[in-house]
């Protein structure tokens, strides 16, 4: 007789348990796609923290500011979005005065970024701090740079460090 009790309110108790189940979900409570937090975390201006090309440092950036700029696109998350570079860029240059960047596809938009896609295209690794106030980026230009740029000169593995407020 108990067990008769208990198997009739097993219907009950699986629809209540759906119900909770699906009320639980609302629309909307999707997590933002990677690539809009993280350009929320680039686009803003970075001022030159340190440059060197292989283990030598380079004082001939000393003023210089990347600003990283653009509006998330659904159908485009990977971008391109924008940036351009400020300040003292020297001549020869690893640095346009400004192009566009996207994300790397896949697994790679969380550690990679192409600058300048389809022309004088570089993939940059990067690392942001905890904080998102230090920008890490690592690169190797394999040409002449930019400027009037000579190879000697710009030529290999790039590392900038960039800060902000």
């Given at each position: ?34 690539e ?7 686009a803003?201006?970075?001022t030159?923290s340190?440059?060197?090309?292989g283990?030598t ?5 000393s ?10 696109n ?65 690169f ?10 000579r ?8 590392e ?6």
């Open positions: 007789m108990i067990i008769m009790k208990f198997l009739r309110n097993i219907p009950l108790v699986l629809v209540l348990a759906v119900t909770v189940l699906f009320s639980s979900c609302k629309p909307g409570d999707d997590p933002d796609p990677f809009k937090v993280q350009l929320a975390k680039f803003k201006t970075w030159i340190s440059a060197k090309l283990s440092v380079r004082d001939d950036f003023t210089l500011s990347l600003v990283i700029a653009g509006t998330f659904t159908s485009s998350p990977k971008g391109p979005y924008q940036y351009t570079v400020n300040g003292t860029r020297p001549n020869p240059s690893p640095w346009p005065a400004s192009g566009s960047w996207s994300f790397a596809e896949g697994e790679g938009a969380k550690t990679t970024i192409i600058r300048d896609s389809g022309t004088n295209e570089v993939q940059m690794s990067y690392v942001l701090s905890a904080d998102a106030k230090t920008l890490t980026l690592n190797t230009v394999a040409g002449t740079g930019w400027a009037g740029s190879t000697n000169e710009v030529e290999g593995n790039w900038f460090i960039f800060t902000t407020n």
